[in-house]
């Protein structure tokens, strides 16, 4: 089935989370299912939101979950599940 | 109580025992409070996600509240006709003069008929999955609520046995909803909404024995409680952090 933009955003940070909260962009890449350019763009989108944030480790680029992610993902979680128990 | 006292020809019912007077109505205030969390969170749901499917349900528990309001104030203007001695019951009174309280009883009812009526179809729809861009075949299912409607007017059984036929619909989608997805909280719903259809299948017999009354509402009751219980579970969630 086709996701929504809500899914994805909730597929990145969910992705990142399992990842222990950070994760590098080929991985990312790779557990988002997305083309390069939407992922770059959905990442531009989380960081201005402050959902992730970028830092270098050891001169590599990772991604790291926010607060507001962890509550973004939460909120997530609990549509879903009124959605799925409300059979919506 | 069929009451004689026929306002615009339309009858007034009271089918509890004196007794149980205004406990009736504490019940439906539950129920109120229940659907109006329903209404509010599934609007919210709508807000973030713009998925009218959180529109739709929202719809379908306001058209609920307004029913168990009007009820409310229905039931209360016969259990508490002194209402009318307030300041404000007795600006409306002198307004409307022609207004009494078994007046009130009647409109109040017709309006918990109508909107009982249209919400569960709603949720009907909803949970069938039904096509919304159909509007034909909702056109058509709106003026079924409405006769529905218009005839529960003259025989209040057919507003119950009507409410069972949806609720009996809407049940068994969540039953098959609960069974795909095996979660405690869809088994919660399940649970609610098949102690609602059980307390439909009461209250069609209200006439013959007040004590069906009480037992109507008191299954009711269990049934919003039951609707409360996976919302709360939800709400009970904390934030998984990272592993």
């Known amino acids: 089935m086709r996701r929504g933009k809500i899914e994805i955003i909730a597929d990145i940070l969910k992705s990142i989370r399992e990842k222990g909260g950070k994760i590098k962009p080929t991985h990312l890449l790779y557990k988002s299912n997305l083309s390069h350019a939407k992922l770059k763009e959905y990442a531009n989108m989380l960081l201005e939101k402050g959902m992730i944030e970028e830092r270098l480790v050891k001169d590599k680029k990772m991604f790291f979950m926010k607060e507001q992610g962890h509550k973004f993902l939460l909120e997530f979680e609990r549509i879903k599940e009124f959605s799925d128990s409300f059979g919506l | ?243």
């Open chain 2, 1 to 243: 109580m069929l009451f004689n006292n026929i306002p615009y020809g339309i009858p007034s019912y009271v089918f509890s025992p004196k007794w149980f007077y205004g406990f009736d109505s504490i019940i439906e205030l539950i129920a109120v409070i229940v659907s109006v969390l329903l209404v509010y969170y599934s609007y919210k749901c709508y807000k973030l996600t713009k998925e009218n499917k959180y529109m739709y349900f929202s719809t379908a528990f306001l058209s609920i509240t307004i029913s168990f309001v009007a009820k409310i104030i229905g039931t209360l203007a016969i259990y508490r006709p002194t209402i009318t001695r307030t300041a404000i019951g007795s600006t409306i009174h002198q307004t409307f003069t022609g207004i009494t309280p078994y007046s009130i009883n009647a409109i109040a009812l017709i309006v918990h008929f109508f909107f009982m009526l249209l919400g569960f179809m709603i949720l009907f729809l909803i949970i069938s999955r039904l096509r919304w861009n159909n509007q034909r075949v909702i056109a058509l299912l709106v003026y079924f609520v409405f006769i529905a409607t218009w005839l529960s007017v003259v025989h209040y059984q057919l507003f119950y046995l009507t409410s069972f036929v949806l609720l009996s619909l809407i049940t068994y989608s969540y039953y098959q909803n609960y069974v795909e997805i095996k979660s405690e909280k869809a088994r919660f719903v399940t649970i609610a909404f098949g102690m609602i259809l059980v307390s439909q299948a009461f209250f069609v017999f209200v006439i013959y024995s007040r004590i069906i009354y009480v037992l109507a509402e008191l299954i009711q009751l269990l049934g919003f409680i039951y609707l409360l219980i996976p919302f709360i579970l939800i709400f009970k969630k904390k934030p998984r952090l990272a592993k």
